[in-house]
């Protein structure tokens, strides 16, 4: 699909989960930024008046998002559109994936319409024994993906096939979500799949790694399994989701400043 480069977005509505709200680049209050924040920032130096909502919500499954966000966000009309979902779907034990592409489309079919430009994704996956498990799910929803953005004049943006993207340094402790440099070359990823000039090779390799010692990976293990893993169980176990009750961070389609700075890059 050809992009026009000099198009102004003068307004733009994220929906997802986790990712997209901006997990987790922690700012010094304990809010979090994220790709769609800078991503923001960006388009709005280049439009007066520019605007910005973000109805994402940690935890969120495909189908959550598509009830809960796909008609909100399709009535403001925004000029852009971001889609990212379903890999919270794939991450849990049993999963119909065929299920999960149903409901993306569903989302997508009410979005596309009511935009200039919708944005899909296929998402960055840490490299690691998690996602060697489930990669033939992502792999599935992913080439599924391709095929939507197809029939709805989107744009896909490829974040999976990204390999700096797989470099435990660009994650958070948790092992979830992306750190402040992960989400800052998300947000240049986007912004040139959209036709800006580019500001830095956001698929640059990161210098070589210095691999840990035993002691420091089994200190490091230890602690995620302590503050990450057994509450995420936890929570499985019982039915519930760290977006339980968690309004969107941004509901309402309104003015914005462009006042996330760029996290300084790795080097």
Not at 97 to 123: F, G, I, N, T
Not at 172 to 197: F, I, K, S, Y
Request: glycine share 10%.
């Amino acid at each position: 699909m050809e992009i026009n480069a000099t198009y102004t977005y003068t307004s733009f509505v994220a929906v997802g989960d986790s990712f997209t709200e901006g997990m987790s680049d922690e700012l010094p209050d304990g809010s979090y930024r994220g790709w769609a924040d800078l991503l923001a920032a960006r388009l709005a130096e280049r439009a007066p008046g520019f605007r910005y909502a973000n109805l994402a919500v940690r935890g969120k499954l495909i189908g959550q998002i598509t009830d809960e966000q796909a008609a909100p966000a399709a009535a403001m009309g925004a000029d852009l559109v971001t889609l990212v979902g379903g890999l919270n779907d794939v991450l849990r034990p049993k999963c119909d994936v065929d299920l999960v592409c149903a409901r993306l489309e569903e989302a997508a079919a009410r979005l596309a319409p009511s935009c200039r430009q919708l944005v899909l994704m296929r998402s960055p996956g840490r490299q690691g024994p998690v996602m060697e498990r489930f990669r033939p799910r992502m792999e599935q929803l992913f080439g599924f993906i391709d095929d939507l953005a197809g029939r709805h004049g989107a744009l896909v943006v490829d974040l999976f096939g990204a390999e700096v993207l797989g470099d435990s340094r660009l994650w958070a402790e948790d092992r979830l979500h992306l750190n402040a440099e992960g989400h800052r070359r998300v947000a240049e990823a986007v912004g040139q799949a959209l036709g800006h000039e580019p500001s830095f090779d956001w698929r640059e390799p990161l210098p070589p790694l210095v691999r840990p010692g035993w002691a420091a990976r089994r200190t490091s293990d230890a602690r995620f399994a302590r503050e990450h893993l057994v509450p995420w169980i936890g929570r499985r176990l019982t039915g519930r989701s760290s977006g339980d009750g968690r309004p969107p961070k941004r509901a309402e389609l309104s003015p914005y400043g462009g006042d996330a700075e760029p996290a300084e890059p790795l080097s």
